[in-house]
C-alpha cells in the first residue's frame, strides 16, 4: 500500500487553492487508487483536504504535535499524538509517505517539502494559489534543490493535474 504525506497551509486558505484541492480529491478518487494519507493536522486547508479526503473514502492519519493535540479531529480520521515539537512531528509525517503531497503553504509546508527532498522522496507541489511555497517553482523550476540530486520536484497549477501526476507515479511504485 501506498503512503502519502500531505502538507497544506494551517491559515485561511485561498479560494483557488480550495478549488484545487476539491479538484484533487475528485480526481483522485475517481482513479481508483487508494493512498493512505498522513496529515500534520486539522487547521485551514489541511482541514478542507482532511475533509474532503474522509469523506471520499480515504484513510487519514493524523500525525499531530504536542501543540495541537488538545484540538478536535474529524471523526473518521486517526490520531497519533507525538509528544514532539512540530519540528520532530514533521520528520515523523514526512518520512511516514512515500512522496509528499504538498498543496500550498509558508514556512511549515516549505520546511516539510525541504525535509523529504532531503530524504530523497518526490514531491508533488500544488502552485499558482498566491501562498508562499508558489516561490519554490520559480526558484528550482528544473525540480533540483541540489545539482548532485534527481530532480525529486514536480509543480501542478492544477488539482487534477496534480492527481493524475501522483496516479502515475502510485502505479509505478506499485509495480
Do not use: W
Amino acid at each position: 500500500m501506498v503512503s502519502i504525506a500531505l502538507s497544506a497551509y494551517s491559515g485561511e486558505p485561498p479560494e483557488r487553492a480550495v478549488r484545487e484541492v476539491e479538484r484533487f480529491v475528485e480526481e483522485l478518487a475517481a482513479s481508483g487508487h487508494r493512498p493512505v494519507f498522513f496529515l500534520g493536522g486539522y487547521r485551514g486547508l489541511m482541514r478542507v483536504a482532511a475533509d474532503l479526503l474522509l469523506e471520499a473514502g480515504f484513510t487519514v492519519v493524523f500525525i499531530i504535535p504536542v501543540e495541537y493535540e488538545g484540538l478536535k479531529h474529524p471523526k473518521g480520521g486517526i490520531v497519533v499524538r507525538t509528544g514532539m515539537s512540530f519540528k520532530g512531528r514533521n520528520t515523523v509525517m514526512v518520512r511516514s509517505g512515500d512522496a509528499l503531497v504538498a498543496l500550498g503553504g509558508g514556512a511549515g509546508t516549505i520546511m516539510e517539502i525541504f525535509a523529504a527532498y532531503g530524504e530523497g522522496k518526490r514531491v508533488f507541489l500544488l502552485t499558482g494559489c498566491g501562498l508562499p511555497s508558489d516561490r519554490l517553482a520559480e526558484a528550482y523550476p528544473d525540480g533540483r534543490i541540489s545539482p548532485e540530486t534527481p530532480p525529486l520536484l514536480s509543480f501542478h497549477r492544477d488539482g487534477r493535474n496534480l492527481a493524475r501526476a501522483l496516479t502515475r507515479y502510485m502505479g509505478k511504485y506499485q509495480a
